[in-house]
């Protein structure tokens, strides 16, 4: 008998095929989740993707400004896309809901912290967090970035990192009110770039911006001179995401 036969296997005592079974029907609820997302959104372009703390109470600057900026963008010509839930997101989807086009809501099934406000023209619900952000990218002409915590950052160094490696096309990734989000590009600067870990190239895929007018002006001007509409090779990115 080799060494490695010798070596017992580890198996877990709660497995079965019962369990097998549900993980492959589990795949079918995921695609399920894809394909009724990709159908109910195929329609909204061009489309801003906003991010931002659920626990910021409606009384916040933070809170008008998202509300402000999702409703210039909304009179713009933009569907807003955002979470769906409280905070930030309620802002967003309420400005774009007051507003001329689509206010979308991309809401994610959770054991706390998370309701279903009520500014939400489209309203998609997830159980599985990568099949939600999928459609935040998937569908954003731009992305504009208030103050949060892990969920915010995540979705931004999700977009950064799509950016980044090519898997996804150059889109504005804006950071909303300077002075929450000066010490990270700076860190970025100071520590990723210095430690060349990433390229200083790579911290100019970042906008810092406060004012809304000067939000949907950087969205317009990016897109100024290859328009709207999705490229093959663009939907090709996009395709494989």
Same mark, same amino acid.
């Given at each position: 008998?080799?060494?490695?036969?010798? @070596?017992?296997?580890?198996?877990?005592?709660?497995?079965?095929?019962?369990?097998?079974?549900?993980?492959?029907?589990?795949?079918?609820?995921?695609?399920?989740?894809?394909?009724?997302?990709?159908?109910?959104?195929?329609?909204?372009?061009?489309?801003?993707?906003?991010?931002?703390?659920?626990?910021?109470?409606?009384?916040?600057?933070?809170?008008?400004?998202?509300?402000?900026?999702?409703?210039?963008?909304?009179?713009?010509?933009?569907?807003?896309?955002?979470?769906?839930?409280?905070?930030?997101?309620?802002?967003?989807?309420?400005?774009?809901?007051?507003?001329?086009?689509?206010?979308?809501?991309?809401?994610?099934?959770?054991? #706390?912290?998370?309701?279903?406000?009520?500014?939400?023209?489209?309203?998609?619900?997830?159980? #599985?967090?990568?099949?939600?952000?999928?459609?935040?990218?998937?569908?954003?002409?731009?992305?504009?970035?208030?103050?949060?915590?892990?969920?915010?950052?995540?979705?931004?160094?999700?977009?950064?990192?799509?950016?980044?490696?090519?898997?996804?096309?150059?889109?504005? @990734?804006?950071?909303? #009110?300077?002075?929450?989000?000066?010490?990270?590009?700076?860190?970025?600067?100071?520590?990723?770039?210095?430690?060349?870990?990433?390229?200083?190239?790579?911290?100019?895929?970042?906008?810092?911006?406060?004012?809304?007018?000067?939000?949907?002006?950087?969205?317009?001007? #990016?897109?100024?001179?290859?328009?709207?509409?999705?490229?093959?090779?663009?939907?090709?990115?996009?395709?494989?995401?």
């Amino acid at each position: 008998m080799s060494e490695k036969e010798k @070596i017992p296997r580890l198996v877990d005592p709660g497995a079965s095929k019962f369990t097998a079974s549900q993980e492959a029907w589990r795949v079918f609820g995921i695609m399920s989740e894809f394909v009724e997302a990709a159908q109910r959104l195929a329609e909204i372009r061009p489309a801003v993707s906003i991010f931002g703390s659920a626990r910021t109470p409606p009384d916040s600057p933070y809170y008008l400004l998202a509300e402000t900026i999702a409703r210039q963008l909304s009179d713009a010509g933009f569907s807003v896309i955002s979470g769906g839930g409280p905070g930030i997101m309620e802002a967003a989807n309420k400005g774009a809901y007051q507003g001329r086009s689509p206010s979308v809501g991309l809401n994610i099934q959770l054991p #706390h912290e998370q309701r279903t406000n009520s500014f939400q023209d489209i309203s998609q619900t997830f159980r #599985h967090f990568f099949a939600r952000k999928y459609m935040f990218v998937r569908f954003a002409s731009a992305y504009v970035v208030m103050p949060g915590g892990f969920g915010t950052l995540d979705e931004l160094l999700e977009a950064l990192t799509l950016v980044q490696t090519g898997k996804s096309q150059k889109i504005p @990734i804006i950071l909303v #009110h300077e002075p929450f989000w000066r010490g990270l590009v700076d860190w970025f600067k100071s520590t990723l770039v210095a430690e060349k870990v990433i390229a200083p190239e790579d911290v100019g895929l970042i906008q810092l911006i406060d004012k809304p007018e000067e939000v949907v002006d950087a969205i317009f001007r #990016h897109y100024e001179q290859k328009g709207f509409a999705t490229l093959p090779a663009e939907r090709e990115k996009l395709l494989n995401l």
